[in-house]
């Protein structure tokens, strides 16, 4: 019996020392092993697997999220498009009804930009309650363009502007502008530009515009009974062209953009025309954002019975799509 009992003694203490072994072992290779900082690290787990698993995450890492590599905060490459629309109708005494719309696009791709804007606004009103429709407003204006930067902060650039509006007596209107433009800030979301270039302009009146007038405005008739013209149907204009524009996200939820151009003609010293857009839009849900804009165009040369200054100011809800 005593043998016994000394042999199981014997084997409880054996069995003590080893498991106080085993636990001095791993306490002291921890001690040796420095701890990783979560998320910057892994432990790979059993060959059988075939996964690694991030420290900290608490899932297995697939291999589309291994390979995809965080954005480059420095990288100037952006995609943008937006629509947006409004209008205003009045009843009653007063009858009126006004609408807007504008889309935006720009694509940067390394040293290549692309960009397309439409706008266009419409109004009509009646004078008194039982009269008719009258419109008031009628435009339409594009405009494309591509940018190659040879250098960082430098690009040659072409555009291409049409325009169609009645009120200014113009059937269509084509600009084509070739020139250089420099990025004082060239930042995605914050950008300074200067333009210099040359403006070629090709234009298409409407008969109301080019025919001849007496101060009541009344058309003027030959003795056959027919219109004369007191201008050409078709004009071309050569010009310099200056150009500043300003773009700023303040935040994820506020963005200013404005713009302010000048354009001289070669042709005529005291001809030239000033075109100015500016624009603040809030975000108010998600994509959704409200937008406030103004524009401004002085022409001192306009058509015959064509005012100098047109304004629009617009406010409307923009969706961004990118």
């Not at 900082?37 to 995450?57: F, I």
């Not at 040879?150 to 509006?165: I, K, P």
């Not at 058309?219 to 310099?240: F, P, S, V, Y």
Request: glycine fraction near 8%; hydrophobic fraction near 40%; aromatic fraction near 10%.
């Amino acid at each position: 019996m005593k043998i016994q009992t000394h042999a199981r003694l014997i084997s409880v203490a054996a069995t003590l020392g080893t498991a106080a072994l085993l636990l001095g072992t791993a306490d002291l290779a921890h001690a040796q092993e420095p701890a990783l900082p979560a998320g910057t690290g892994g432990t790979q787990g059993p060959a059988t697997t075939g996964s690694t698993e991030l420290e900290g995450q608490g899932t297995m890492a697939t291999a589309k999220e291994v390979e995809e590599l965080p954005e480059d905060p420095e990288s100037l490459d952006a995609t943008e498009f937006d629509l947006g629309a409004g209008a205003i109708l009045n009843t009653g005494n007063s009858r009126s009804l006004a609408m807007t719309g504008t889309s935006n696009f720009r694509l940067r791709r390394k040293m290549h930009q692309a960009s397309a804007n439409l706008a266009g606004n419409y109004g009509k009103a009646a004078t008194d309650k039982d009269g008719p429709w009258l419109d008031t407003t009628r435009n339409v204006q594009g405009r494309v363009r591509y940018d190659v930067f040879f250098a960082e902060r430098w690009s040659a650039f072409v555009m291409a502007t049409m325009r169609n509006d009645v009120f200014q007596g113009l059937d269509y209107r084509l600009n084509v502008d070739p020139g250089i433009a420099f990025y004082a800030i060239p930042k995605k979301n914050h950008r300074l530009w200067f333009e210099a270039g040359y403006d070629f302009q090709y234009e298409i009146r409407t008969n109301g515009a080019i025919l001849a007038k007496d101060d009541a405005g009344n058309i003027i008739l030959d003795d056959a009974g027919n219109t004369t013209r007191a201008l050409e149907k078709t004009d071309i204009n050569h010009a310099a062209r200056l150009f500043a524009g300003y773009v700023n996200s303040v935040n994820e939820r506020v963005n200013f953009t404005t713009g302010f151009e000048y354009l001289q003609s070669f042709l005529d010293g005291k001809r030239f025309r000033m075109n100015w857009d500016v624009g603040l839009s809030t975000q108010i849900k998600e994509r959704l954002a409200l937008s406030t804009t103004f524009t401004l165009r002085y022409d001192n040369s306009p058509l015959p019975e064509v005012e100098q200054l047109d304004t629009i100011t617009a406010l409307q809800l923009t969706y961004r799509f990118f």
